[in-house]
């Protein structure tokens, strides 16, 4: 079965702190991405992956960083947390390369409030 | 630039009511796909259906079924007698051949009541 799973459910920092979200799919996809959900605003991408150590910014990537060290892993960094950062965190995975046409495999969620 | 509009921000309808979900694209690409997501509660999106702009055949999944019409760039989905399991956030989708990017419409959140 096709699973994304992503580290934290919930988790909540303060302001100025580095954040960590770890994304992991055992599906042995090329394409890795990461979104925020806001109320409204529907799924927005900051930074996809389409190989290892090879990343694309979306359309808004300012105050995150990513990395893919592995295949199966796409970590989203917050450098220094904001409060404008608190969101739902959505990460997903797709096959085939440039295949646009396979639907993508979402994780849970990771809901962050930064104080 | 590739565009999602689903204009219902919120529906409610009592169970056994029909409802559809209107979701309107933008795009320049003449090959495309469109896709229909739902996010219970739980969070995850899970994958409905994926449509490509060469099929303009209507889908019908038991009750769930999706009207494609490029004439009026649309590709709406229709929910036949709702059931209180179909309450979710429903989210249409755009995928260019050439854009590694999925775009995605603001959702529409559906209630269905008892």
């Known amino acids: 079965d096709v699973k994304v799973t992503q580290s934290s459910r919930y988790l909540v920092k303060r302001t100025g702190e580095k954040v960590f979200l770890e994304c992991v799919q055992d599906m042995d996809h090329e394409n890795m991405f990461w979104y925020r959900q806001d109320p409204g605003l529907g799924l927005r991408l900051i930074y996809f992956s389409y190989d290892v150590k090879m990343k694309e910014k979306g359309d808004i990537p300012e105050g995150y960083s990513v990395s893919r060290e592995k295949k199966e892993r796409f970590s989203l960094i917050l450098e220094s947390a904001s409060t404008n950062q608190t969101s739902m965190y959505l990460c997903a995975s797709r096959p085939g390369g440039l295949a646009t046409y396979n639907e993508q495999f979402f994780g849970p969620g990771t809901r962050l409030t930064v104080l | 630039a590739q565009k999602v509009t689903q204009a219902q921000t919120e529906i409610s309808v009592v169970e056994k009511e029909d409802v559809t979900l209107d979701c309107v694209y933008e795009?320049?690409?003449?090959?495309?796909?469109l896709f229909w997501y739902k996010q219970p509660p739980s969070g995850e999106l899970v994958f409905l259906i994926r449509?490509?702009?060469?099929?303009?055949q209507n889908e019908i999944s038991g009750r769930y079924s999706w009207n494609f019409q490029k004439s009026t760039s649309s590709f709406n989905f229709t929910i036949t007698a709702s059931q209180v399991v179909d309450s979710a956030v429903y989210f249409c989708?755009?995928?260019?051949?050439?854009?590694?990017?999925?775009?995605f419409g603001a959702g529409t959140r559906l209630t269905v009541k008892p």
């Open positions: 795009t320049r690409d003449t090959t495309y796909y």
């Open positions: 989708a755009l995928s260019e051949s050439n854009n590694n990017d999925m775009r």
């Open positions: 449509r490509n702009s060469f099929d303009e």
